[in-house]
């Protein structure tokens, strides 16, 4: 099994910059894809970015040119540098690990993100 442990959340302003980071613990050797979810208030959560084993990278269309994903295999560790933030980027990030079939199967605890304009 996996565990996933985010942190480098915060309150910034608009136009200002955070970066997320993800330790995986346990069977890290087994996690194919990792990426960040997000989830606003009142709203289902979605796909932010992720990373796979194969060097494929997918970012949602509003984050594109704004954030990026990066991740290091050995350590089992993921972080998302997140640019430009807009309020509309105000939600709880998840950190994930994603199977075969495209699907979150293990998710963070979560760490809050608040952009205010």
């Known amino acids: 099994q996996v565990q996933l442990v985010e942190s480098g959340g915060g309150l910034v302003q608009s136009g200002e910059s955070l970066r997320l980071s993800c330790v995986a613990s346990?069977?890290?050797?087994?996690?194919?894809?990792m990426g960040w979810y997000r989830q606003a208030p009142g709203k289902e959560r979605e796909v932010v970015a992720y990373t796979t084993s194969s060097g494929f990278t997918y970012y949602a269309d509003d984050v594109k040119g704004r954030f990026e994903i990066a991740r290091d295999y050995d350590r089992g560790t993921t972080f998302l540098q997140m640019n430009n933030l807009k309020p509309e980027d105000t939600a709880m990030y998840y950190c994930?690990?994603?199977?075969?079939?495209?699907?979150?199967?293990?998710w963070g605890q979560g760490t809050q993100v608040s952009v205010s304009s």
């Open positions: 346990g069977s890290i050797g087994s996690i194919k894809t």
């Open positions: 994930v690990t994603l199977n075969g079939l495209g699907y979150a199967d293990t």
